[in-house]
């Protein structure tokens, strides 16, 4: 039996990956230590799809509390088991967060992933290493971009460069990361690094705003999860910023582990680099989120603006995926915005 390692097994993308691979026939190594809730308090806690996964994947599924910065600790699970694939989504996310705490922040995206790598070169180097990054590494880069403001939302011109979104010619130098965005960024060169210098199959997925049912979503991290379970069960939502009309792009959760399984059954680049998110496809503005959830769930918003945005924070960012879809062009994303938004709140409903 092939097995996988899936870091932040039971997080938004790393539970959604354990069930995807479970699927394939794959014996599937967990590591989550439920740092979520030491970020963002009880109700991001992942606990409950830990219990899930548990027993959905009873004979598939082996769970370690393991934190990721304790490289004694992971080396005994490479020692014990051959990895095919290693999926690594454990971080702490938010950028809001890491202001706070820069040393763990650092030491949680950058040197846990390193001691990933390094185990990885060490007992099994031909397996497939796949890091979630983020569109953080591009820092306020995106702000600069001559975006045209419309009724309910900002948006650039057809005649731009980027009209079918950001792609990774973006330099990430000489720009505000935000402390979460600069950590991410260092692992992310780390993940190119081993690719590149060492000749390992490792790619990087710069992901715009991952969503889906499986997100316990807080104010600091998850917009769209949070904002469909704020309007869901009446609780106040604070916008930051842009008038509301800031755009992000969303990638359900499903339509992501899909892309790391292409990269994974063919490799095309050693150390590779994508950028992944809902694209032309599937993005929203918080103004047209809202509408949006009211029209799902039947209530109104309860929204209070707040005029000063979050440091760092995208005006307007949405992916280009096309170098991705250049090399998989079997590739498609299945969930757009109003898909995904009905997901999320028929699974608040169950909560």
Not at 283 to 299: H, Y
Request: aromatic share 12%.
């Amino acid at each position: 039996m092939k097995i996988a390692l899936v870091t932040g097994s039971a997080g938004l993308v790393g539970s959604e990956t354990v069930t995807f691979l479970a699927r394939k026939g794959y014996f599937v190594i967990g590591i989550d230590n439920d740092m979520r809730s030491y970020f963002f308090g009880k109700e991001a806690s992942t606990k409950w799809k830990l219990r899930e996964l548990k027993n959905k994947h009873k004979n598939k599924y082996a769970h370690y509390t393991i934190d990721i910065r304790t490289a004694d600790a992971l080396e005994k699970l490479f020692k014990k088991y051959e990895f095919q694939l290693i999926v690594h989504t454990a971080a702490q996310p938010s950028h809001d967060w890491a202001a706070k705490e820069p040393h763990t922040d650092f030491g949680i995206n950058a040197q846990g992933t390193l001691n990933l790598l390094e185990l990885y070169r060490r007992y099994c180097p031909k397996a497939t290493f796949i890091f979630t990054s983020t569109n953080k590494v591009y820092g306020d880069s995106p702000n600069a971009l001559p975006l045209v403001e419309l009724e309910k939302r900002f948006e650039i011109s057809d005649q731009h460069p980027f009209s079918r979104g950001i792609n990774e010619s973006m330099s990430i130098d000489n720009c505000k990361h935000s402390i979460f965005g600069a950590s991410k960024a260092a692992a992310d060169i780390f993940v190119q690094e081993y690719g590149k210098y060492f000749g390992l199959n490792t790619a990087v997925f710069r992901c715009g705003c991952i969503t889906g049912p499986a997100h316990s979503g807080t104010q600091l991290h998850g917009f769209l999860s949070y904002l469909v379970k704020c309007i869901a069960q009446e609780k106040p939502y604070i916008i930051f910023g842009y008038k509301g009309k800031q755009v992000r792009d969303n990638i359900h959760s499903r339509d992501l582990v899909n892309m790391f399984w292409h990269y994974h059954q063919d490799p095309k680049e050693k150390g590779v680099v994508y950028n992944a998110g809902g694209g032309k496809f599937a993005n929203v503005s918080m103004l047209e989120a809202i509408e949006k959830i009211e029209k799902v769930t039947g209530k109104k918003a309860i929204v209070t603006y707040h005029p000063e945005n979050r440091a760092g924070d995208h005006i307007w960012y949405v992916s280009d995926l096309s170098k991705f879809k250049s090399h998989y062009p079997n590739w498609k994303p299945a969930y757009n915005i109003d898909k995904t938004i009905r997901e999320i709140y028929n699974q608040i409903k169950k909560t």
